[in-house]
């Protein structure tokens, strides 16, 4: 079991460009969640699937964040237009029944 | 709605001193209380989770007890290490499999 995977570790775009972040859970969990981490706001909530449906996003920036979740081994996280204050480290976790939470190693995204 | 309060932000301890990081919740449902730990640089993992009232859960030298009466789950250590510096963050289970996150609490131990 690798663990919740997410690529890429980094990524660095100029300001206005759009990025895609990628998260394939742990297989056979039911539940893949998304967050932001800064140091300033800490961790938060942005969206979540169950069963590949979205459930909850309502910590998503509206106008430029989205997330989907076309099947069972994968959901990406896109950002159009970044700005600099999209600078932070995404986290992908999943879990199989609302349990325990396994998190991914996180994209550190860095719009410069 | 439910929510989650750790009230130190952050915590500074000389090593081999005991700790004790606060955690309150509130729910309307019965809880699940989890303590996750991050390391710098890496992602939260789990450390403790609790649903059974006024039962010591521990890990790692670490220990809590879930009291309904008080809808609290303290982490404690009794004696901590250079190794347990780190980000420390309660959490709740919501009824429909979301948690519900505490601020965290920065933990630094010094020598």
């Known amino acids: 079991n690798a663990g919740v995977i997410q690529t890429p570790r980094h990524k660095v775009t100029g300001k206005g460009q759009e990025a895609t972040l990628w998260c394939e859970p742990i297989?056979?969990?039911?539940?893949v969640f998304w967050y932001r981490q800064t140091i300033v706001q800490g961790l938060e909530f942005l969206t979540y699937f169950r069963n590949q449906a979205p459930i909850d996003d309502s910590g998503m920036p509206k106008e430029r964040f989205s997330a989907q979740m076309p099947n069972q081994s994968h959901s990406t996280l896109k950002i159009q237009s970044t700005q600099p204050q999209d600078s932070a480290v995404y986290l992908c976790a999943s879990s199989l029944q609302g349990l325990e939470v396994f998190f991914g190693k996180g994209t550190r995204l860095t719009v410069v | 709605g439910d929510s989650v309060t750790q009230t130190e932000g952050l915590v500074t301890l000389t090593k081999g001193l005991p700790v004790m990081l606060n955690c309150t919740y509130q729910?309307?449902?019965?809880?699940?209380l989890f303590w996750y730990v991050q390391h710098l640089n890496e992602a939260p993992k789990l450390l403790l989770k609790s649903s059974t009232d006024n039962k010591r859960t521990e890990h790692q030298g670490f220990y809590a007890t879930l009291h309904k009466s008080s809808s609290s789950f303290h982490l404690q250590k009794s004696s901590v290490q250079l190794s347990d510096s780190a980000l420390y963050f309660c959490?709740?289970?919501?009824?429909?499999?979301?948690?519900?996150w505490g601020s965290g609490t920065k933990l630094i131990i010094k020598p």
């Open positions: 729910t309307t449902y019965s809880p699940f």
């Open positions: 297989s056979g969990h039911s539940a």
């Open positions: 959490a709740l289970s919501h009824s429909n499999y979301q948690l519900i």
